[in-house]
């Protein structure tokens, strides 16, 4: 059936026929003046290959159906929040408690990246309404039913750049910080690993089957962008994160006193977010250490520490920074020539020690701040104090005892002794009740964080059962305040207890419901201005109680927002944008179908 030319191996006498496809019949046939052609073997292993490729397409979309129906819906993606991403993997596959993290692909259009022209592609439509086809997906009652109390906890967002562009291939990790407890439940909180997945060509990723509840959402390399973490509890449908964008800075100097000696072994303290320390000068009094730094900022401040010498802060400035981007100093420390010695103890109002508080020293003159731990005797020392007249002095403790804090104290040469006695705070009030939201329906297996405004060293939690029930003990009298750890961020506050009635029946009113607000940001020209900050909040007085809101949020590349579970009345919302003058509106949620902002110009 082959016609094979004996010739086959020799070198080639015709490249023009060599390149020629010739059939009959169907069948290839490689003349005498072909030097290259398929052998029946080759022929056979084509075959084998493309059959094999087949059945392992056959066997992934069986393996990975749940993924492939959530993905082939038109999913129409256009921000309302504030992200900029990298695409999303197919499988998304998390690692630990059976979870998954599902990248949402199917849309075929050039991936964004910073640097170019935004595409309307599927990016343009509404993230809502992705986020409503996929929500609907997980309510499915296919492929088996579940209650509603039963279905999988989610997380999702976007990820932008600051011109609000997303950007593709970014690596999110979900890391659990806590879960809910059911009142009553004395189980220890189980541990779970961190799960990961990466943002599609529209900048969505999104975590599901995750147990319920505080994960901390972050970034991992984005390619010239600085990390960004966000605490977010599970429910969030719009956990978005904006990128900025990251450079170094090299920073050098020299250290001297004030007849110009070089100091050796000063502390260079660099004041920035994820700096945790710089460098030590050496002997010859110089120092280099390199410094990240977001975006387009060349202003933060440096400490320099020697003991023997007062405390420097530096501020660096544009400045202090050469055409390359390097920054070169030179700091004068003053030596100090008097010292203090301060101690005490720190008893009760019985006279029985109190161990394992920190006492704090604070003076704002010289923006030096001390601190000495409470020996199991009840006594603390602090050795080698700058002289001053304006320190603060307080302890926060973590037992039944309120607040201490002595104002202006004054510390001169020498050694001074300090007795603190501290003031019981009962502690014997018990609050039951419900946490509600603003149209009183009950908020299951949510978190509120109390605090003493009189012993702000205690917390308590309050967590909800399934039908939004809670109870706890052992609560202090005075003021306090309830509120979340996580975006969005609710406060209750306005209690007070005192007085014989040690049990209270207490519903918790927090400022959330089921309404949303779309909005949109444009110049005084009606052009859509992409990445603004958005923040909004809210205040009301319910039994009571003052329940507050505050939230934040950017828009995307079209200016487009959105907030959702909303309590229905007026809000504030707060609108800042590089370049423009900002904006405060109050819209009205629930009669407001969409806010449109207008900012203008700003005029420095």
Known sequence: MWQISQERLLPQRNTEKTWSARRRHGVPVVSKDTAYGFTGFQFLAAVLVAGFTFFMVLQYVAANRDSVAIVSAPVAMATTVQADARPISADGAAQGSGATATGFVGDTHKPLYAGTEPTKSAAVAQHAEWVDNFYAQLNSPQ????????????????????????????????????????????????????????????????????????????????GGYAPVRIEVRTGVKYADLVLTLQSYAQVTGVVTDTVGNRLERVHVMPLVKGIPAGAVSDSDGEFKFAVALEGKARSFPVRFQLPG?????????????????????????????????????????DGVPVAGDTVRLYSPSLKRNYRAVVDYGGEFLFSKI?????????????????????????????????????????????????ILDQGGEPVPNFTLTGRSKSASGQKLEVTSDRHGRYEVENVPEGALVFESRTRPYYTVSGLQLAGSDTDRDLDLVVNRGKHKLLGKVVDSNGRPIASPRIRISASNIIDGLRSQLSSSTSADFDGRFLFTELGAGQHTVTVNAPGYEGVRAKPVVGNQKELVVELEKSST
């Open 143 to 222: 492929p088996s039913p579940v209650g509603a109390e039963d279905t999988a906890p989610v997380i999702s967002g976007r990820v932008l750049t600051q011109a609000g562009w997303p950007v593709e291939g970014v690596k999110i990790t979900a890391q659990f910080r806590n879960y809910f407890k059911a009142s009553g439940d004395d189980t220890p909180n189980r541990a779970t690993n961190s799960q990961q997945t990466t943002t599609n060509s529209n900048g969505f990723y999104a975590f599901r089957n995750l147990p319920a509840g505080i994960y901390l959402i972050g970034t991992g390399d984005s």
């Open 309 to 349: 010498y007062r405390e420097q802060r530096y501020q660096i400035t544009e400045t202090d920074t050469a055409e390359d981007g390097s920054i070169m100093l030179a700091v004068t420390m003053e030596p100090v020539y008097e010292y203090t010695t301060v101690s005490g103890s720190v008893k009760d109002a």
């Open 386 to 434: 700058d002289v001053a007249d304006d320190y603060q002095l307080w302890i926060r403790p973590t037992g039944p005892y309120r607040d201490y804090t002595e104002q202006n104290v004054e510390l001169t040469a020498g050694h001074l002794w300090r007795d603190i006695e501290l003031e019981h705070l009962n502690r014997n009030y018990r609050l039951s009740g419900r």
